[in-house]
């Protein structure tokens, strides 16, 4: 499976998103709006999922399987951010794009991408924040004056829901501690070994996964705090100009692919095989995330 970089999209910032009108949506030609060469790949932008070489990318497990399950090619184009993913697919650069709660409510706020399936969440806390093993830092109340690494301004994982579970304790973002964006959880991993930051806040599920997803041997970590749950853990979003049998064929390709069956191989999407998923979702089921998006200084309902 090839994977691209896709040049014409670049980091953006939260307000970005909320840009409304922008040359993108307006700019959608009659073309657009044909159905796909039913032969042509289905393209789908995503974030990068580790570095390691020797180890067998999620992506290229998903793009074989939905191949060898629907006969159509699946091409992943890598970009900086989960905001790129969201202006990839609004802009009719990609077709697709696999994306956390946060990322996917911001995207379906605008009103201008879709969300043709969402994953249910499993109930158990989402994110924690690491700490090395000699940390002064016992309990998610010590990192008040600290320096703490995010992953990504629009990961669930690793900014919403811990910014939110540092709040219930009464440590305020850029406040009560300081906060820098690593640019993915590999990142925050990485500020948190060199020592330039007192902790790293991510996904739980990460730090079950261990290497290469997550650097730390035991003995060298701990985990201070624990997120709520969130109802919805993945969704899989499309452009609106989408064609009705490709749409049919996402669905059905991902079900037939997240199956507990291929759970180990797709690593970091694993979970996703034991989640409920649900077709064509009502854009409500992301109204939960409204209140921790307002901790975080974000109002989903002014993305545009």
């Given at each position: 499976?090839?994977?691209?970089?896709?040049?014409?999209?670049?980091?953006?910032?939260?307000?970005?998103?909320?840009?409304?009108?922008?040359?993108?949506?307006?700019?959608?030609?009659?073309?657009?709006?044909?159905?796909?060469?039913?032969?042509?790949?289905?393209?789908?932008?995503?974030?990068?999922?580790?570095?390691?070489?020797?180890?067998?990318?999620?992506?290229?497990?998903?793009?074989?399987?939905?191949?060898?399950?629907?006969?159509?090619?699946?091409?992943?184009?890598?970009?900086?951010?989960?905001?790129?993913?969201?202006?990839?697919?609004?802009?009719?650069?990609?077709?697709?794009?696999?994306?956390?709660?946060?990322p996917s409510a911001l995207a379906v706020g605008t009103g201008k991408v879709d969300a043709l399936m969402s994953f249910g969440g499993d109930g158990k806390p989402v994110s924690t924040c690491v700490v090395l093993?000699?940390?002064?830092?016992?309990?998610?109340?010590?990192?008040?004056?600290?320096?703490?690494?995010?992953?990504?301004?629009?990961?669930?994982?690793?900014?919403?829901?811990?910014?939110?579970?540092?709040?219930?304790?009464?440590?305020?973002?850029?406040?009560?501690?300081?906060?820098?964006?690593?640019?993915?959880?590999?990142?925050?991993?990485?500020?948190?070994?060199?020592?330039?930051?007192?902790?790293?806040?991510?996904?739980?599920?990460?730090?079950?996964?261990?290497?290469?997803?997550?650097?730390?041997?035991?003995?060298?970590?701990?985990?201070?705090?624990?997120?709520?749950?969130?109802?919805?853990?993945?969704?899989?979003?499309?452009?609106?100009?989408?064609?009705?049998?490709?749409?049919?064929?996402?669905?059905?390709?991902?079900?037939?692919?997240?199956?507990?069956?291929?759970?180990?191989?797709?690593?970091?999407?694993?979970?996703?095989?034991?989640?409920?998923?649900?077709?064509?979702?009502?854009?409500?089921?992301?109204?939960?995330?409204?209140?921790?998006?307002?901790?975080?200084?974000?109002?989903?309902?002014?993305?545009k």
């Amino acid at each position: 499976m090839r994977r691209h970089i896709l040049p014409v999209v670049a980091a953006l910032g939260i307000a970005a998103i909320a840009l409304v009108g922008c040359s993108s949506a307006e700019g959608d030609t009659a073309a657009a709006k044909q159905p796909k060469d039913p032969n042509a790949p289905i393209t789908m932008a995503a974030v990068p999922i580790g570095e390691d070489p020797t180890a067998e990318s999620p992506y290229d497990v998903i793009a074989e399987l939905f191949q060898k399950e629907t006969g159509r090619k699946l091409e992943i184009t890598e970009v900086p951010d989960y905001l790129s993913v969201v202006e990839a697919i609004r802009a009719d650069h990609v077709d697709i794009g696999i994306m956390s709660g946060f990322p996917s409510a911001l995207a379906v706020g605008t009103g201008k991408v879709d969300a043709l399936m969402s994953f249910g969440g499993d109930g158990k806390p989402v994110s924690t924040c690491v700490v090395l093993k000699d940390s002064p830092v016992q309990k998610l109340e010590d990192l008040r004056g600290k320096t703490v690494a995010f992953a990504d301004q629009a990961s669930s994982s690793g900014f919403f829901m811990p910014v939110y579970m540092l709040h219930e304790v009464g440590l305020e973002n850029n406040k009560d501690y300081k906060s820098i964006f690593a640019g993915g959880h590999e990142g925050s991993f990485a500020a948190l070994k060199q020592g330039q930051v007192d902790a790293a806040c991510t996904a739980v599920m990460l730090t079950q996964l261990g290497e290469p997803m997550f650097p730390f041997k035991d003995g060298e970590w701990r985990a201070v705090g624990e997120s709520p749950a969130m109802d919805v853990s993945t969704a899989v979003l499309g452009r609106q100009s989408l064609d009705e049998d490709t749409r049919k064929q996402v669905d059905e390709g991902f079900r037939k692919v997240l199956v507990k069956e291929n759970a180990k191989r797709l690593g970091a999407f694993g979970p996703m095989a034991s989640a409920q998923a649900t077709s064509n979702p009502d854009p409500k089921i992301f109204d939960q995330f409204a209140e921790i998006a307002d901790v975080a200084g974000v109002k989903l309902k002014d993305m545009k």
